[in-house]
C-alpha cells in the first residue's frame, strides 16, 4: 500500500522539489506552507510527517506536539536551517525520529524517508512480532506498545525501538555504534550522545529495568535469573 507522506514546508520552492523526489520515489505527498493549515489535517493520520521548524503560524515544534497527541507513535522527521545541535535535541525530546540540516540534497530525504518507513512499517515478517516479557514488562511489538502491570508505558518511537533492541539482545553487551545503525540508521550524521540521552528518558520510563552503562563503549538490558 502506498505510504502516505505529509510534508510541510514554506519555501515554496523547495516544498515543490522535495514533493517531486517524494513522488517520484513512489509516496503519495500532501504539502501545506504553513503551520495552521497542518494542523487542521492531523486526523488524517498520514503514515510520516516531515516538517519544516520555522513556519508561518505554528511553528514545528508546536506542530508536534499536537501530531503526537494525536498520535503518538506517528514518525516524524524534523528539518531546520537554525542551530542544529539545540533543535536535534529539542526535536529528540518532542518525539521526532530523525531530523535534516539544512541545506540538504533532495535525495538524502528520500534516503531517510526510505529508512524510516522501513524500519517503522517494514518489520511483519513472519516470526518478528511476537511478543517480549521481561519482569512485569510486556512489549507488543506488533502494536509498538509498552506495559507494566498492564498499563501502557508512553514512549516515543526512538525509546521504543531502542527498548526492543536491548530486550532482543538482552543480557548481551551493545555498543553506542551498534545501537545508532540499528535505531536510527547507518545513514545518521550526528552524535552519539543522542543514544545517552534517549537511554537516560529510557531508565526513567522503563525504571524497573536494569540497564547497564559500559563506559567508553555501549549497554547492556539485565535480566536476573
Known amino acids: 500500500m502506498t505510504k502516505k507522506i505529509y510534508l510541510v514546508e514554506d519555501e515554496k520552492s523547495l516544498n515543490l522539489l522535495l ?10 505527498v500532501i504539502t501545506f506552507s ?25 511553528d514545528g515544534y508546536e506542530l508536534i506536539k499536537y501530531i503526537k497527541q494525536n498520535n503518538k507513535d506517528t514518525p516524524v522527521i524534523f528539518m531546520s536551517a ?8 529539542v526535536g529528540l525530546e ?7 540540516s539544512k541545506p540538504f540534497l533532495p535525495r538524502e530525504l528520500v534516503i531517510r524517508t526510505n529508512k524510516l518507513i522501513e524500519r517503522i512499517y517494514g518489520e511483519n515478517k513472519e516470526g518478528e512480532n511476537k511478543d517480549i516479557k521481561i519482569g512485569e514488562y510486556l512489549i507488543n511489538k506488533n502494536q509498538r506498545m509498552v506495559f507494566f502491570k498492564g498499563d501502557e508505558v508512553q ?14 539482545n538482552r543480557n548481551n553487551l551493545i555498543s553506542r555504534e ?16 543522542v543514544v545517552d540521552d534517549t537511554i537516560r528518558r529510557l531508565r526513567k520510563k522503563v525504571n524497573k529495568l536494569i540497564i547497564e552503562t559500559v563506559y567508553g563503549y555501549g549497554y547492556k538490558l539485565v535480566i536476573r535469573i
Do not use: C
Open 19 to 28: 514533493q517531486k523526489y517524494l513522488e517520484k520515489e513512489g509516496y503519495e
Open 94 to 100: 518532542l518525539g521526532s525520529d530523525d531530523y535534516l
Open 178 to 193: 551498534q545501537i545508532l545503525i540499528k535505531v536510527w540508521g547507518d545513514d545518521y550524521f550526528g552524535s552519539d550522545r
Open 34 to 58: 504553513d503551520g495552521n493549515s497542518a494542523k487542521d489535517k492531523i486526523k488524517d493520520m498520514p503514515d510520516l510527517w516531515v516538517l519544516d521548524i520555522m513556519l508561518p503560524g505554528i
Open 155 to 168: 514512549l516515543t518511537n526512538k525509546e521504543f525501538e531502542l527498548l526492543n533492541y536491548l530486550a532482543e
Open 82 to 89: 537554525r542551530n542544529e545541535e539545540l533543535d536535534r535535541v
